[in-house]
């Protein structure tokens, strides 16, 4: 009696299915802060990292690659902190926000998917062996933020994670696969300067989560790892939130 077909993942164990070894992942705003944890997350699971700041860099990563571990994916961590009201924002802010928040993501996947796809085919089975880019996205491109004004930082996440849809529609059939990821309050460099200055906006924070607590970088390595990797291999377009409740 035959059994199932066996299918493109099967012959990989479920561990197996997190391993990100063979493969080089691009890592924007991996010197400190999420983008580091990432970074350590992914070198964990095997992956060589590059992490990179100037997008003309792209194409020499993608060619300096070894070719046991070519680029395979990357990571979008450069983001620039939440901070003043609407009536204090001028138009140059603004547009700041948007340039290094969203027109940057759209740069970084824009260079990605150009080099990628000059170098890779579909294999039949897209999502399976294919790219995978991961936005970093924020809870608060989700609900408006009660802790602190950030309208011009809330808008160009909301974009943010509009952007994962509408860039997954144009290439996932193409074998790149991209995701967001939301996170709530992490514990960084860019959190420590809001919270010198604003008092009681941490106690704020904490208190908004179902878990009564801050995230730590380190706590977004699994959902990191699990968007790179072939264990998602049919999440595409979607934004994962990990907020610790903030949201819910
Ligand atoms: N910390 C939080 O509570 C929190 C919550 C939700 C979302 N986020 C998002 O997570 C991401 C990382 O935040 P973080 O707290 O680690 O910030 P961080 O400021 O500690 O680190 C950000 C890194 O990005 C780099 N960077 C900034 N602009 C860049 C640019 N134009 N090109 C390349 N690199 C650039 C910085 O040099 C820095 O190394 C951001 O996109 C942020 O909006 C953070």
């Not at 802010?93 to 796809?117: H, I, M, P, Q």
């Not at 994962?164 to 309050?185: D, H, M, Q």
Request: hydrophobic share 45%.
């Amino acid at each position: 009696m035959s059994g199932p077909e066996p299918t493109p993942l099967s012959i990989l164990t479920t561990p197996k299915l997190f391993f990100l070894a063979g493969k080089t992942i691009i890592i924007s705003g991996g010197g400190r802060g999420l983008g580091l944890s990432v970074a350590r997350g992914v070198l964990e699971a095997g992956a060589n990292v590059a992490a990179v700041d100037l997008l003309p860099l792209f194409e020499k990563v993608f060619e300096d690659a070894s070719p046991s571990a070519p680029v395979h994916d990357m990571f979008l961590a450069a983001g620039v902190p939440p901070s003043l009201t609407v009536l204090d924002s001028s138009i140059e802010y603004w547009r700041k926000v948007f340039d290094v928040n969203t027109a940057g993501s759209f740069l970084c996947c824009k260079a990605f998917a150009n080099e990628w796809l000059s170098r890779n085919k579909t294999n039949g089975n897209p999502g399976v062996g294919g790219a995978s880019i991961v936005l970093t996205a924020s809870v608060a491109g989700h609900n408006a933020n009660r802790q602190i004004p950030c309208s011009a930082y809330s808008a160009s996440k909301t974009a943010v994670i509009h952007m994962a849809k509408s860039f997954a529609a144009e290439w996932g059939k193409l074998g790149i696969r991209v995701n967001a990821v939301s996170p709530g309050y992490i514990k960084t460099v860019m959190t420590a300067g809001i919270v010198a200055a604003r008092p009681g906006y941490e106690e704020d924070m904490v208190n908004s989560t179902l878990l009564g607590r801050a995230s730590t970088g380190d706590e977004y390595r699994g959902p990191a790892v699990f968007l790179l990797s072939e264990a998602s291999s049919f999440v595409i377009g979607a934004d994962i939130v990990v907020d610790g409740g903030h949201a819910a």
